[in-house]
């Protein structure tokens, strides 16, 4: 079995290599480690393997890890969907929450993000794919969303994530890097969360300046609390051999 040292090195080779693919600098695509489900002393190999930015989808489980592993100059993203009963631990918690598509939501993060913290720094997710997801806002209704959170004093606004459902074609990043770049000058946008263990290389291809990876550096996820992934079918019971 590979080392999760092994496999951060190996889906380095792929973003540097689909970088230079599409005439980019590797170095202007951000590694994301989404280790949701996982347990913290993976996160921790993670780390000692060189891994600074973590995203987690439940933000209850997220704190928990935090506490556990303390580890210095981590850059914490919650890429989950946020309910309302969550935004305090979230706004005292995380450095990023990736998954903001509401007002109200966005509200209550600046009202409760301490002053003592930096701002919190935030995406608006998109949703590309139709009626295929609840998350996210329409693309016609990003910009009307993004002008309601620039002036929260405690959020910073950088950008755009979406989450194509699997398969998606191209036209759909193209889609959403055509309404990022068309917004990036004026409100300053600097980043774009797009692509997963599967599709990284499209999403960089179409201008991802940060990727979700999961799967290609845990492995497979155990199923735990409220995941978003579907259950897997009941294992085979094994005979007694
Ligand atoms: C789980 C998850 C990922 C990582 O997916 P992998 O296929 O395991 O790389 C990325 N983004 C979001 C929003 C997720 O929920």
């Known amino acids: ?72 100059g981590v850059e914490w993203h919650l890429i989950g969907p946020l309910q309302s009963n969550k935004t305090r631990l979230a706004a005292a918690r995380f450095d990023w929450v990736q998954t903001l598509d509401s007002e109200k939501i966005a509200r209550r993060l600046s009202g409760q993000r301490s002053g003592s913290l930096p701002p919190l720094n935030v995406l608006i997710q998109v949703n590309v794919s139709g009626e295929a997801s609840k998350s996210g806002v329409a693309p016609a209704e990003v910009l009307l969303l993004a002008k309601a959170i620039k002036p929260l004093p405690r959020l910073r606004l950088r950008g755009l994530m979406a989450i194509p459902e699997p398969g998606a074609d191209a036209a759909r990043y193209q889609e959403l890097k055509g309404l990022y770049d068309g917004l990036k000058d004026e409100l300053r946008f600097d980043t774009l969360s797009l692509g997963m263990s599967d599709d990284l290389e499209l999403a960089i291809a179409c201008g991802a300046t940060m990727v979700r990876i999961g799967t290609a550096i845990f492995g497979a996820r155990a199923r735990s609390r409220g995941n978003d992934v579907p259950p897997a079918p009941p294992l085979p019971v094994k005979d007694a051999a």
Do not use: W
């Open 1 to 72: 079995m590979r080392s999760i040292h092994d496999n951060l090195q190996a889906v380095r080779s792929r973003i540097a290599r689909a970088a230079a693919a599409a005439g980019r600098e590797a170095g202007n695509v951000t590694l994301l480690a989404v280790s949701k489900t996982q347990p913290a002393p993976l996160l921790a190999q993670a780390f000692a393997a060189g891994q600074r930015a973590f995203g987690e989808n439940y933000v209850q489980e997220a704190a928990e890890k935090m506490d556990a592993l303390r580890l210095p």
